[in-house]
């Protein structure tokens, strides 16, 4: 086992048993083809009542819906948009119509390059909670003044959960089709009522979330929202086709806040806060949780809920971020729809660095994009969900 190899494991795993007949990768490349994942042992390890700290959350939540006006703990003033009726959208249909490259809008400059004011207006969220849609009625200097001053984005931490994990990556060959790039080296991940499959979940409108807080979790705006809200009847944590089906329960967000500058293709904007507080504060110290850091470099691993396999079940794969376009990292991970919304983490260090946004093609190439992870969504992470905290 290699360096790199040793240090992913090491984060989520007492210790890894290689199969003897390990499949070829590329020289530095964590095989994650043949191994099994032995139990975690961990420190971090709490009960469900062991919270910690918690801070005020910004804007209206599940406690609050009434379908009136609200004003949030720093004083800033929700406008009730109105009740929302959400349409069916089958997003795997729908990010069918839109991969052409012919189509491919141009990244838009680094949102620190903009304008206070215009970043600000950019990033006014909007908020879903219960039916009710909900807007700030005046833009969010605040952040965009601290996304503006930073200069190097924190690292935050991740936790594998209560429960001691074993889960086996099995090889498994897919068809050479749709968004694979080069051959498929997709392997379904067993047992993922336990960390790292744990952390991630299936929503029934075909998307893929992942959890990077006791509270929180990340997710694609546009699996929300396309010029109007899309109905999502469900989120389940580790769902699998086999039992456990549903190891955590299904249920919804209490929360959800997307950027405004989000409408349906502006995929500078394509990300999403879920926040599961005050209803579940301690999901996440069930089914753990990843880190979150900016980093281009290395092997990075996606755990997504791709259509073309038996839905709901989890596949695991990984590859390397190959440009930075923007706020995009362009990537060679073999994405199918309903991975969309996934975090894509980092092998060394088990922190997510994007979050999938789409995938494009043409006669002569076939890429696939995260909403890298930056500046500023880590500032509106940590302004409109319960985060970060451990």
């Known amino acids: 086992m290699n360096e790199a190899d040793q240090l992913f494991f090491n984060q989520i795993v007492e210790a890894a048993v290689w199969d003897e007949e390990l499949q070829q990768v590329p020289e530095g490349q964590p095989n994650i083809a043949n191994c099994v994942v032995m139990p975690i042992v961990s420190d971090m390890k709490k009960s469900m009542d062991d919270n910690g700290p918690r801070q005020a959350m910004l804007g209206p939540t599940s406690a609050d819906v009434t379908g009136k006006d609200f004003t949030d703990a720093k004083g800033r003033h929700w406008k009730v948009v109105g009740k929302v009726v959400p349409r069916k959208v089958d997003i795997r249909e729908a990010e069918k119509e839109r991969r052409n490259a012919a189509d491919y809008p141009p990244p838009g400059p680094d949102p620190r390059t903009l304008s206070r004011e215009d970043l600000a207006e950019k990033l006014r969220p909007r908020r879903l909670v219960g039916d009710y849609e909900y807007r700030l009625e005046q833009p969010d200097y605040e952040i965009a003044e601290r996304i503006l001053a ?21 090889f498994i060959k897919g068809p050479e089709e749709g968004f694979i790039v080069g051959s498929d ?34 997710c694609a705006a546009h699996c929300f929202y396309q010029n109007g809200w899309i ?25 959800l806040t997307l950027p405004g500058a989000w409408n349906n293709t502006e ?20 089914t753990g949780w990843f880190g979150t850091g900016e980093n281009f470099n290395g092997w990075k691993i996606m755990i997504g809920y791709p259509n073309d396999k038996p839905v709901p079940s989890p596949w695991i794969k990984g590859g390397t971020f190959t440009a930075a376009p923007g706020s995009r990292y362009e990537h060679n991970i073999d994405v199918i729809s309903g991975d969309s919304g996934a975090g894509v983490y980092d092998s060394g260090d088990i922190r997510c660095n994007g979050i999938q946004s789409t995938q494009w093609y043409n006669p002569s190439r076939v890429w696939n994009e995260v909403r890298r992870w930056d500046a500023t969504t880590y500032n509106f992470f940590a302004a409109y969900g319960n985060w970060p905290r451990l």
């Open 150 to 170: 930073m200069r190097e984005v924190p690292n935050t931490e991740g936790s594998p959960g209560s429960a001691s994990a074993f889960a086996k990556l099995k």
């Open 231 to 255: 109905t999502s009847a469900g989120i389940t944590f580790g769902a699998d086709t086999v039992a456990p089906t549903s190891p955590f329960g299904t249920f919804l967000a209490d929360s």
């Open 185 to 218: 080296d997709r392997r379904r991940l067993d047992n993922p009522r336990f960390f790292p499959g744990s952390a991630n979940a299936y929503l029934t409108q075909t998307c893929t979330a992942t959890m990077i807080g006791p509270s929180t979790a990340l």
């Open 267 to 286: 995929w500078d904007w394509d990300f999403a806060v879920l926040e599961f507080s005050p209803t579940r504060p301690d999901l996440g110290r069930q």
